[in-house]
């Protein structure tokens, strides 16, 4: 089973390689399940198509293949040894090229399987010439790809990986045709599933080895230097221009696939199969439930791609935060190489300006007084102290605080700071005081407030001018009331009030002693307690 199903993937040329999509598609082949490895006679013979890119004369032979390779491009399959043998003494490097070397490789290469052979008998006139054996040679299926994959090895530094949008906006576009597709010919829905898995797999493989390349040690090495500076702005540009199309289409994706509905699926996946079977294939045997476990195998990995699979995240959200880490570590570069150069920036233009401002000074004591902004005190001190404030109010202003006062002692070790004996002051009188004091100053506002009060309640829209002290106990009542249910609260004396909101779309203005401010039209309603 397993031996047909490599014979049938190698003879479909018309549907993408599985070899080009990365191991996406064998992690997830008979309906996303995992499919355990199963030995077969070509995965354990040697490749010996292979030894012409490791032999001792490599050069001659890798030489030879590109030349049956370039003109295979050019649908010239069959070369006889004198073309080839004039293809090699084009380039100085092979002027003393014998036609006898170009035969012993020309075999040697078709021992390995790289090149088939056919006698050509058109051009025989004698039976020495038929004895002789003229040959043609063509390249192997095999060697084809090899070659192709060398090419590509050849130009991947050079051709590189990237990042397309675009690949996103098709594959929406076509996930959005898929329920349209149950009623098309199969012709144009073999068309369409192609283009689906082709776009997917160039996303998922350009992504792959893009990311690859930033997180390479080169890239790393690349990014603490300061060229990396000149670039920056547009590779960080070129990451979000990405991550907008991931974020555009990936959720219109994501539904599609959610509603699809399974009969539509199904008949969608019997026009592949019936596109397929009418394939003609040579000495390839392929059945029905090998290319439906193909074409589902291959939508499972789209539906795990932009959904996922129960209770793992999908791969276009672990796109999305990897592409935002590289930004982050972007960025966090450049700022440490921007402050890098910073720090041994030339200050040679900014000395020059500071000199000029001193030769314009008309006498030494504006010059000092210049010293004085531009430098600064020469020795300065910077004390920091533990500091008790006197009260917790957040209105009490830095300058309306006491000063403190700092000993400074000695750096000495031989400093012993004298001890002095105390005694337990009594402070009794001194509470007394600070007591009477404040009880003044609380009958001083409750008399203050009293006098702002008319008919039991205070109009915010007709006070006087405030002190801000009145003003701060007055805000605080209308926030003790704003946190209640009922908008009621009580005063420190104990009066229950209740706040008017019933004109609260008008606007008033409160005069103060420090200010005006604008506020709601609201009034304070005291209530009489019921005995």
């Given at each position: 089973m397993e031996s047909n199903w490599n014979q049938a993937v190698e003879a479909d040329s018309d549907i993408p390689q599985i070899s080009e999509s990365g191991s996406w598609f064998w992690r997830i082949m008979n309906k996303g399940e995992h499919v355990a490895l199963q030995v077969s006679d070509k995965l354990l013979k040697p490749l010996t198509e292979a030894k012409y890119l490791n032999a001792d004369n490599v050069s001659r032979y890798r030489c030879i293949m590109r030349i049956f390779f370039e003109n295979y491009e050019k649908l010239k399959y069959w070369l006889y040894l004198e073309e080839v043998y004039e293809e090699m003494l084009k380039d100085p490097f092979w002027s003393e090229y014998k036609i006898e070397q170009c035969q012993q490789d020309l075999t040697m290469l078709t021992e390995w399987k790289n090149l088939n052979t056919i006698q050509d008998t058109r051009r025989v006139s004698s039976i020495e010439e038929f004895k002789n054996k003229k040959y043609r040679?063509?390249?192997?299926?095999?060697?084809?790809?090899?070659?192709?994959?060398?090419?590509?090895?050849?130009?991947l530094f050079i051709e590189g990986a990237s990042l397309e949008p675009t690949l996103l906006e098709r594959i929406r576009r076509n996930m959005e045709r898929f329920p349209e597709m149950a009623g098309k010919d199969k012709n144009e829905v073999y068309t369409w599933w192609t283009d689906l898995n082709n776009d997917f797999m160039r996303l998922n493989q350009n992504y792959q080895d893009y990311i690859r390349d930033l997180n390479s040690v080169k890239a790393e090495e690349m990014m603490r230097t300061k060229e990396f500076l000149v670039f920056k702005d547009r590779l960080i540009e070129y990451l979000r221009s990405f991550i907008k199309g991931l974020q555009r289409n990936v959720g219109v994706i994501e539904e599609c696939l959610k509603t699809q509905e399974s009969d539509m699926r199904e008949a969608v996946f019997d026009k592949i199969v019936e596109y397929e079977l009418l394939i003609p294939r040579m000495e390839v045997e392929v059945s029905e439930k090998m290319i439906r476990q193909k074409a589902e195998g291959r939508f499972k990995s789209i539906y795990d791609w932009f959904v996922g699979s129960e209770g793992q995240e999908n791969e276009a959200a672990k796109l999305f935060d990897v592409t935002n880490e590289i930004i982050r570590r972007i960025t966090r570069y450049a700022a440490q190489l921007s402050e890098k150069n910073a720090l041994g920036?030339?200050?040679?233009?900014?000395?020059?300006?500071?000199?000029?401002?001193?030769?314009?000074?008309e006498n030494?004591?504006?010059?000092?007084?210049?010293?004085?902004?531009?430098?600064?005190?020469?020795?300065?001190?910077?004390?920091?102290?533990?500091?008790?404030?006197?009260?917790?109010?957040?209105?009490?202003?830095?300058?309306?605080?006491?000063?403190?006062?700092?000993?400074?002692?000695?750096?000495?070790?031989?400093?012993?700071e004298k001890t002095k004996r105390s005694s337990i002051i009594e402070s009794t009188e001194k509470k007394l005081e600070t007591r009477r004091k404040m009880l003044e100053q609380q009958k001083e506002e409750e008399k203050k407030i009293k006098m702002l009060e008319k008919d039991g309640a205070i109009d915010f829209s007709a006070l006087p001018i405030l002190e801000p002290r009145i003003r701060e106990i007055l805000l605080k009542w209308i926030s003790d009331a704003m946190e209640s249910v009922d908008f009621s609260a009580r005063t420190d004396d104990g009066r229950r009030y209740r706040l008017d909101k019933s004109n609260m779309a008008e606007k008033c203005v409160v005069h103060c002693e420090d200010g005006n401010f604008t506020m709601p039209k609201m009034r304070i309603v005291f209530q009489e307690e019921s005995v």
């Open positions: 040679y063509q390249m192997s299926e095999y060697s084809v790809e090899i070659e192709r994959l060398v090419i590509r090895l050849e130009n920036a030339n200050r040679k233009e900014e000395y020059r300006k500071v000199a000029e401002m001193f030769m314009r000074c030494l004591e504006e010059a000092h007084k210049m010293s004085a902004m531009v430098f600064g005190m020469e020795k300065t001190f910077h004390i920091a102290g533990d500091q008790v404030r006197e009260t917790d109010s957040m209105n009490r202003g830095v300058y309306e605080e006491k000063p403190i006062q700092i000993e400074l002692k000695p750096r000495v070790r031989t400093y012993r």
